[in-house]
Every structure is written in C-alpha cells, then in structure tokens.
Nanobody, 120 residues
C-alpha cells in the first residue's frame, strides 16, 4: 500500500509564506496528476491545486496567483509553495494522486496531512 507523508505546515501570520512537501512511497513518474487538497474546519476536503506529469498546473480560484504546485518525479515528491497566506487558508493539507490512491480495503487512502494555521 502506498504511503504519503506531508510536511511543512505551521502557525503563521497573515501574509506569510509556507512551503509544503509530500513524499510518496512509490514512483509518481507515471502518475498523470498529483494534487494538494485542503480540509478546513467543519468543511469537506477540497482540491486546491494539481500538477500534471508535464508540469501543467491548475488551481482553485481562491489560491490562484498565491500558491504554486510543483513535482519532482525523481524524488517522488510534490511541493506546494504558499505565499500571501490568508486566514481562510487555514486547514489540514493533504497530498494525493488525482484521483486519490486506494487503500487495501478499497477506500481512498490519505496520509496524516499537515496543519496550516494562519492567524494574527
């Protein structure tokens, strides 16, 4: 079963930057799309950015022009550079394939995520 480990979150003030990273336990070289998802308090998980195998990126409107997603297939790692953070960016951030990897039981697999809190 795949393992995903996210890191880089923290407590920051509005306007600050963070760089998230996730390492996937198996090769992502053949994965078409990798994404970063966010689950805000009391909200459903949503995808905020995704990057294609050729590097093409797509963003949800609320993070466009502030977030940059990238991938390093040689390191099986996906990054999310987050600039000009806003309080509404607060949440747990998860990295996953698009669509998500499946666990052995057939359900979507999710790592532990990394908490991002933007507050003054």
């Amino acid at each position: 079963q795949v393992q995903i480990v996210e890191s880089g979150g923290g407590l920051v003030q509005p306007g600050a930057s963070l760089r998230l990273a996730c390492v996937v336990s198996e090769s992502i070289g053949s994965v078409t799309d990798m994404g970063w998802y966010r689950q805000a308090p009391a909200m459903q998980r949503e995808m905020v950015a995704r990057v294609g195998s050729g590097g093409s990126a797509f963003y949800t409107t609320s993070v466009e022009d502030r977030f940059t997603i990238s991938r390093d297939n040689a390191k099986n790692t996906v990054y999310l550079q987050m600039n000009s953070l806003l309080p509404e960016d607060t949440g747990v951030y998860y990295c996953n394939r698009v669509p998500p990897y499946k666990s052995g039981s057939g359900y979507d697999y999710w790592g532990q995520g990394t908490q991002v809190t933007v507050s003054s």
